[in-house]
């Protein structure tokens, strides 16, 4: 046991950046970038509510998992529209790239209700699923590998979505320690937008946070997470019918079938870029100079190392 204590501490010094974390560096709506603020240190004002941690919450009833460690109200609320294009940028706790790559990014809204998001309190929110991405069409690297490469992800706002201001929930869930109840690691963030237009679009049912998960739900407890042939279902409800039945919710291309959901949108096939997402998510990954994000590292391979030496 003592020498499996110090392989596995070698092996953590090795790859330092495997155990890090990070947040949500910056969100541009159709092009316009609002950066985010480093936790716990404010520097300017931003549509992206401030977290004072890097660390992930954990467990499905905590009540940071609505917005992030400690989250505050931000100062602004970005414009958007019906079908804009909004791409979400992660960092590491030391500004690097994102450390994790496995398991799902998820995105919901939630309407602000009487009032502007920047006095709305997300504990109040009445949140509805728009987008969910797992793993890629060749069954083992998950879209969250492109992220960690360097990447940033993208989804399309519901066509037609009702008016209104909207808190934008966009979540990484790692899952690398999620094979005992209670390791998934969930880093949730929260952008203010307020969308124009005349849309009518809105869901029918809606989740709170905490709430919409259990501890236990496949999804979240993964066992076999990094067993040939997994296959991943999605936490969580359905992606809101309004959004699955008509409105193009991303930019991407869908051609896994190795993650599943109750409920799918439509994908937007692209002849410019291979598939990057699962069935159910709709949105695409690039670097940070536009190009389509490739997979480089695998260090769920140190996971396997980790999980047979207990």
Same mark, same amino acid.
């Given at each position: /046991?003592?020498?499996?204590?110090?392989?596995?501490?070698?092996?953590?010094?090795?790859?330092?950046?495997?155990?890090?974390?990070?947040?949500? %560096?910056?969100?541009?709506?159709?092009?316009?970038?609002?950066?985010? @603020?480093?936790?716990?240190?404010?520097?300017? +004002?931003?549509?992206?509510?401030?977290? +004072?941690?890097?660390? *992930?919450?954990?467990?499905?009833?905590?009540?940071?998992?609505?917005?992030?460690? @400690?989250?505050?109200?931000?100062?602004?609320?970005?414009?958007?529209?019906?079908?804009?294009?909004?791409?979400?940028?992660?960092?590491?706790? @030391?500004?690097?790239?994102? *450390?994790?790559?496995?398991?799902? =990014?998820?995105?919901? =809204?939630?309407?602000?209700?009487?009032?502007?998001?920047?006095?709305?309190?997300?504990?109040?929110?009445?949140?509805?699923?728009?987008?969910?991405?797992?793993?890629?069409?060749?069954?083992?690297?998950?879209?969250?590998?492109?992220? =960690?490469?360097?990447?940033?992800?993208?989804?399309?706002?519901?066509?037609?979505?009702?008016?209104?201001?909207?808190?934008?929930?966009?979540?990484?869930?790692?899952?690398?320690?999620? /094979?005992?109840?209670?390791?998934?690691?969930?880093?949730?963030?929260?952008?203010?937008? %307020?969308?124009?237009?005349?849309? +009518?679009?809105?869901?029918?049912?809606?989740?709170?946070?905490?709430?919409?998960?259990?501890?236990?739900?496949?999804?979240?407890?993964?066992? +076999?997470?990094?067993?040939?042939?997994?296959?991943?279902?999605?936490?969580?409800?359905?992606?809101?019918?309004?959004?699955?039945?008509?409105?193009?919710?991303?930019?991407?291309?869908?051609?896994?079938?190795?993650?599943?959901?109750?409920?799918?949108?439509?994908?937007?096939?692209?002849?410019?870029?291979?598939?990057?997402?699962?069935?159910?998510?709709?949105?695409?990954?690039?670097? =940070?100079?536009?190009?389509?994000? %490739?997979?480089?590292? %695998?260090?769920?391979?140190?996971?396997?190392? /980790?999980?047979?030496? @207990?």
């Amino acid at each position: /046991m003592r020498s499996a204590t110090i392989i596995a501490a070698s092996l953590l010094a090795f790859v330092p950046n495997v155990v890090g974390h990070g947040y949500l %560096r910056s969100v541009a709506i159709d092009g316009q970038t609002y950066q985010g @603020n480093v936790p716990n240190n404010p520097s300017g +004002d931003s549509p992206i509510r401030l977290i +004072d941690s890097v660390e *992930p919450v954990k467990g499905a009833s905590n009540p940071n998992l609505s917005c992030g460690q @400690n989250a505050q109200t931000a100062a602004l609320v970005a414009s958007a529209n019906p079908g804009s294009e909004v791409t979400f940028a992660w960092a590491s706790g @030391n500004g690097g790239n994102w *450390p994790h790559n496995t398991g799902p =990014m998820l995105t919901y =809204m939630a309407s602000c209700a009487d009032t502007t998001c920047d006095k709305f309190d997300a504990s109040n929110a009445q949140w509805f699923k728009v987008d969910e991405v797992g793993k890629k069409s060749d069954g083992s690297t998950w879209v969250q590998q492109d992220i =960690m490469n360097g990447g940033t992800y993208s989804f399309n706002l519901p066509n037609d979505i009702q008016g209104g201001d909207y808190l934008i929930r966009h979540e990484i869930i790692a899952l690398q320690l999620a /094979m005992s109840d209670g390791g998934a690691e969930f880093y949730p963030s929260c952008t203010q937008v %307020r969308i124009s237009g005349n849309g +009518d679009g809105a869901p029918n049912a809606t989740v709170t946070f905490p709430g919409a998960y259990s501890d236990t739900e496949p999804g979240i407890l993964t066992p +076999d997470v990094y067993n040939p042939g997994f296959t991943y279902t999605f936490p969580g409800p359905a992606i809101a019918s309004f959004v699955a039945a008509g409105s193009s919710s991303g930019s991407g291309n869908n051609a896994s079938t190795n993650s599943t959901s109750s409920a799918a949108p439509s994908a937007t096939a692209s002849s410019a870029a291979p598939s990057s997402s699962s069935t159910s998510g709709s949105g695409s990954c690039y670097d =940070m100079n536009g190009n389509y994000a %490739r997979e480089e590292f %695998r260090p769920r391979r140190l996971s396997r190392v /980790m999980r047979n030496l @207990n």
